[in-house]
């Protein structure tokens, strides 16, 4: 069996930036264990797997085509990936299969249905749901992670990752932190803090060995919290944010109501065929 296999730079100011997912477009499903393999072999964060949906009897034919959209890490699906969701759009676009005309594309995932919007400057914007970190932390699941930072924590919030709060974006940058003490603190981790440049609202870093990902370059998934938290913390719904690992990637943020909005470049490294016996 043949299959075709994109890679995009996602959230990227050009090629080798930003976070490179690979997406496979499907004609017809294949069973989650060979997904599951396939993004083992391909070894990056997210490799994203979409299925046309046919649209149903009665539907509007000029609106939005709508997709079936599964992620996969090296080593586990996930409910949610922002990356790998502008990528899979950029990677319909590429193929053909979303027309160049197309203002956006739908997906039905996981996390409910997501939408992607194709900017006239190449850029992505894509829809996903908020989650606000107002919970409080367990005392000894912050004492884990500040361990496993090895950095004075100023504030920790738990929702689907642990948001820890740094003093400065140097702070930030300088973490260090080893795979196993970040597997000890048993949870992924937001690192982030205000921004030192006048142009970005704030910085971030994602550690995630749980999910098979040491550090991920740029992260859609934790915008969903990063954004609610900065938008209440500076008081303003529009941000501008930098995920400042090695690749380094820009987001344009926008908190809509119970939605975060994140678009930012998408380049389309490699396009090419996997054989799968």
Known sequence: MN????QVDAFSEGPFTGNPAAVVPLKEGIDAELMQRIAEENNLSETAFTMPIPTEAGAASDGPLTFALRWFTPTTEVELCGHATLGAAAALRAAGIVPKHAEAVRFSTKSGILT??????GSVEIDLPAAVSTKPIATDLAARVERALDAPVSAQFDHRYVL????SEDAVAQLDPSEEALREAGTPVIASAPSSQPDVDFVSRFFAPTLGVLEDPVTGSAH???VPYWAATLQ???LTARQISRRG????CTLDGDRVRLAGGAHVYLQGTIHVD
């Open 249 to 252: 990637g820009r987001l344009d």
């Open 3 to 6: 299959l075709p296999l994109f």
């Open 236 to 238: 303003k719904a529009q």
């Open 164 to 167: 820890a709060i740094l003093e």
């Open 116 to 121: 992607a919007r194709f900017g006239q400057d």
């Open 224 to 226: 969903c919290q990063l």
